[in-house]
């Protein structure tokens, strides 16, 4: 049955199974389309079935937007830039702005971490957030240059000036994104101060992460070095006057399990720290979404950007998510434009933890039933239509 083929591919893509394990390649993802365990959802659908505040809005007007609140949003992390032979990490330029370009023209949005950690989405109606991310404060990825005239302004091919030029020629794409630094080496070098870097990142709607003081392998460090790798960025942060919300654990490596609450609070030198979220880069099985029953702040997958060209790609990375999202649009987060509601087809209503929801209202509608004739061209004259109006 089709719907159920939605829901194993939802929670494939969602849940333990390795992706590598599941799906070598893409190539493979086309030739075994489906896999079809089956899926026991009694223990969380029982739970909600009595809970009083779900809205039943059969007549919302959902089509064509088909809003999935859901659904899986990217948090994508790149390193640095470079025009020619990128490293194992890094990305070309070029490629850089054509992730943007394709992000733009299949539908995303540009959202803060803030805004994703405090589940408010504001994205516009149809469309699906979007987060990108850099580690490491790479000078390619930012750096400051001082003009003629004294001021200083972001070095041309930086991720920074990148952005900013194409927000520009395209203002609803939104200009964010949150840079993951460490101590030393010094944040992104280049011109002016470490509080003039911050202030201008922050003035142009950038956010500041912590990636621990000097980037270790946090599997092998015990509690206290762990509270003092992450809170000496902290103290860092807050002396620059940033509130501290996010970790990215180095190359990804979460600390031992009976530690990993370290990640989330701590403290140095007797002063304590606490995030929100901790990412781990690649696909974790926990989505960015924090009413997501699968939601665990302290392994929240990231989104590696490359793609089939690059020389070091592996799957599911943002190449292959792009076209995943691009053929199965359902599997996308896609929003209501109301930040205050949480709108999701009924067959997802499983996907959602009720204890998580605050002051939010879960919509419930019905589109499921007609999803056995749901042509996908349509999705997209639908779709196109939404992007020209908005
Ligand atoms: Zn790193």
């Not at 194409?166 to 992104?188: C, D, H, L, S, V």
């Not at 709607?205 to 509690?223: D, K, R, W």
């Not at 509270?227 to 940033?242: A, F, K, S, V």
């Amino acid at each position: 049955m089709k719907l159920l083929a939605f829901i194993a591919l939802l929670i494939l893509t969602s849940c333990g199974v390795r992706p590598s394990e599941a799906m070598e390649s893409f190539a493979e993802f086309e030739e075994n389309p489906v896999i079809l365990p089956v899926i026991d959802d009694t223990a969380s659908f029982s739970q909600i079935t009595e809970i009083p505040f779900v809205i039943e809005r059969a007549a919302i007007d959902t089509v064509p937007i088909f809003p999935n609140e859901v659904g899986e949003i990217m948090i994508i992390v790149y390193h640095g830039l470079h025009e020619y032979d990128p490293g194992p990490f890094d990305r070309l330029t070029s490629d850089f702005w054509n992730d943007l370009q394709t992000l733009y023209d299949q539908g995303y949005r540009l959202i803060s971490l803030a805004d994703l950690i405090n589940n408010n989405i504001t994205t516009p109606a149809g469309y699906t957030p979007v987060a990108i991310t850099f580690d490491d404060g790479l000078p390619s990825a930012f750096s400051l240059m001082e003009m003629e005239d004294g001021t200083l302004a972001p070095v041309p091919g930086t991720a920074v000036y990148i952005m900013d030029a194409f927000y520009r020629k395209n203002p609803n794409f939104g200009r964010t994104a949150m840079f993951f630094i460490n101590g030393f080496p010094e944040p992104f070098r280049g011109a002016g101060t470490l509080e003039e870097r911050f202030r201008f990142l922050l003035d142009h709607g950038f956010e500041i992460g912590n990636h621990s003081y000097g980037h270790p392998n946090f599997a092998i460090l015990n509690a206290v070095q762990l509270q003092r790798e992450i809170g000496l960025i902290d103290q860092l942060m807050r002396r620059y006057g940033i509130e501290p919300l996010v970790l990215a654990y180095p190359f990804g490596i979460r600390p031992r399990l009976h530690l990993i609450h370290y990640a989330m609070a701590g403290e140095y030198n007797g002063i304590p720290y606490s995030y929100a979220w901790a990412l781990r880069v690649g696909n974790t099985g926990v989505p960015a979404v924090s009413h997501h029953i699968n939601f665990n702040p302290t392994n929240v997958s990231r989104v590696v950007a490359s793609d089939e060209s690059t020389p070091y790609h592996v799957v599911p990375d943002l190449g292959f998510l792009l076209r995943l999202f691009e053929q199965r649009p359902y599997l996308r987060f896609i929003s209501d434009g109301d930040p205050n509601t949480i709108t999701v087809p009924r067959n997802n209503v499983h996907l959602i933890n009720m204890y998580s929801l605050g002051d939010k209202e879960l919509v419930v509608y019905d589109i499921y039933e007609e999803y056995e004739e749901f042509e996908y061209e349509y999705y997209y004259v639908e779709h196109d239509e939404i992007q020209q109006a908005g």
